[in-house]
């Protein structure tokens, strides 16, 4: 009779402890869950945010001046300056060629919609011309695109001779016409030195600036969201402790 008791109280109690444990797994699998469900909320909100952050901005024009000069002794010409970028990531000119009658002054024009540093290159494209000795003085053009305390794109532009640190006075070209006596004498622009080269820096819309990018952005959320995964893992930690200390 007694061995029939004891039989039913450890059945009793085996089942109250079955019954403990199964709702204390609950409880974790609850847990488990809401945190999973708000770190891919928050994951997703983050990546979103990333795939906009190139938009969120207002649109800046910059503007990249030239001077095709007067070739002396030639009546009718036309001459095509060109720009480019081997980066696929940098903003696309408005035109990348620019055609000149004879001569006078033009521009490139780039839309930018974020911050970034982008480099062009600046040449003339050689014409058929046998008549005409073409300038073939290439450049290189960096745009550096910031953002001000307000949030706004801000942009100033620099020119170097390609491939060098040296500074041109200007962006210009000066073809000659063949058999004159420019062109008969070594006709080679000699680039001069870096410390005798007064600077060629054309800004505009240049402000003084902090850079504030969307990477920077994307940073503070990315560390945001490491912190809120560490308080829920020490919070499902303790709450399993809590619940392992009541049975």
Do not use: W
Not at 8 to 13: A, V
Not at 76 to 86: L, P, T
Not at 144 to 162: C, P, Q, R
Not at 202 to 212: H, L, R
């Amino acid at each position: 009779m007694n061995i029939d008791k004891n039989n039913k109280s450890y059945i009793q109690f085996n089942s109250n402890s079955l019954r403990r444990s199964s709702t204390r797994g609950r409880r974790i699998n609850r847990l488990m869950t809401a945190f999973l469900v708000v770190m891919g909320f928050l994951c997703a909100f983050v990546s979103d945010f990333s795939a906009k952050a190139a938009f969120q901005y207002n649109p800046v024009k910059a503007h990249i001046a030239f001077d095709c000069k007067k070739t002396d002794g030639v009546e009718e010409a036309v001459y095509q300056i060109s720009i480019k970028s081997d980066a696929e990531s940098a903003p696309i000119p408005e035109k990348d060629t620019v055609t000149v009658n004879n001569s006078g002054k033009g521009e490139f024009v780039i839309n930018i919609t974020e911050p970034g540093n982008y480099k062009y290159t600046l040449f003339q494209i050689k014409g058929s011309d046998e008549n005409i000795k073409y300038d073939e003085t290439k450049y290189d053009v960096h745009v550096n695109v910031l953002t001000n305390e307000n949030g706004d794109l801000t942009y100033s532009v620099f020119v170097t001779y390609a491939d060098t640190d040296d500074k041109p006075e200007s962006v210009e070209f000066q073809n000659v016409a063949v058999g004159s006596e420019r062109s008969s004498e070594d006709t080679t622009e000699t680039i001069p030195n870096k410390e005798d080269t007064p600077e060629n820096i054309v800004p505009t819309e240049n402000k003084s600036a902090k850079i504030t990018t969307g990477d920077e952005t994307k940073l503070v959320l990315m560390m945001v969201i490491g912190v809120l995964a560490f308080a829920g893992v020490i919070t499902i930690i303790k709450s399993k402790k809590e619940i392992s200390d009541r049975d």
